[in-house]
């Protein structure tokens, strides 16, 4: 039985509109699966950097005991840092510790050891002169100082000028004074520097650090 050339040309249209159909879904889901992969590699990307950002708090360490990362070594050992502290406090509470029988030479002696020993330490490495000298000596003054190390400023180790390591810290020196039988106490901050000579510390400068702090006086002996 012959089927009408109308009912031919319908059916085949309609094959037509099944096949562009069926290829309009084909092509959602290929979409589709590719973005839930784009979405899953997206993913793991954060994933590794909040890891190595783990790493690296773990190499730090909170307490900063740890080695750099990357296997670098510090400027200067904890155990160093500590003995150019001592060096530090030894020398700036020495400048503030004499009274009026001390001699300059035998006193300033042992104080620039502890520095570079060059002209300029020489020169900040003394006792009061002039008129400030002769009232200690009328009053039979006395001094007395003490030095904390605070904090350091700066760790360096210049290779360009080949100036060796240096450290700059802000110490906290106290001085009391005692004149005419009344104390008064006085703390100044001090930014001071030491470097590295044949091996040891060695003062090489000190600047003043702040405006300073006078205490209350102790009038013992009234």
């Not at 002039?130 to 001094?143: F, L, N, T, V, Y």
Request: contains cysteine.
């Amino acid at each position: 039985m012959d089927v009408p050339e109308e009912g031919k040309r319908s059916g085949l249209l309609a094959l037509a509109v099944l096949g562009v159909l069926l290829v309009a879904v084909l092509t959602v889901f290929t979409v589709f699966d590719g973005d839930e992969g784009s979405g899953g590699g997206g993913a793991a990307t954060p994933a590794a950097t909040a890891g190595g950002q783990d790493a690296a708090n773990s190499a730090t360490g909170s307490g900063g005991s740890q080695a750099p990362s990357g296997g670098a070594t510090p400027i200067v050992a904890l155990t160093e840092v500590a003995a150019a502290h001592e060096v530090m406090a030894k020398y700036m509470a020495g400048l503030s510790t004499y009274d009026h029988t001390s001699k300059s030479a035998a006193w300033s002696a042992p104080l620039l050891r502890l520095t570079t020993g060059d002209t300029q330490m020489e020169q900040v490495t003394a006792l009061p002169t002039g008129k400030e000298w002769a009232r200690c000596e009328a009053d039979q003054c006395s001094s007395t100082g003490t030095a904390t190390v605070v904090r350091d400023a700066m760790i360096s180790d210049d290779l360009v000028r080949d100036s060796g390591r240096s450290i700059s810290s802000v110490v906290n020196v106290t001085a009391a004074r005692t004149a005419d039988g009344k104390t008064v106490t006085e703390s100044n901050k001090w930014l001071v520097t030491v470097k590295e000579e044949s091996g040891a510390w060695v003062v090489s400068g000190f600047d003043i650090f702040g405006l300073g702090d006078v205490g209350a006086s102790d009038e013992s002996g009234e």
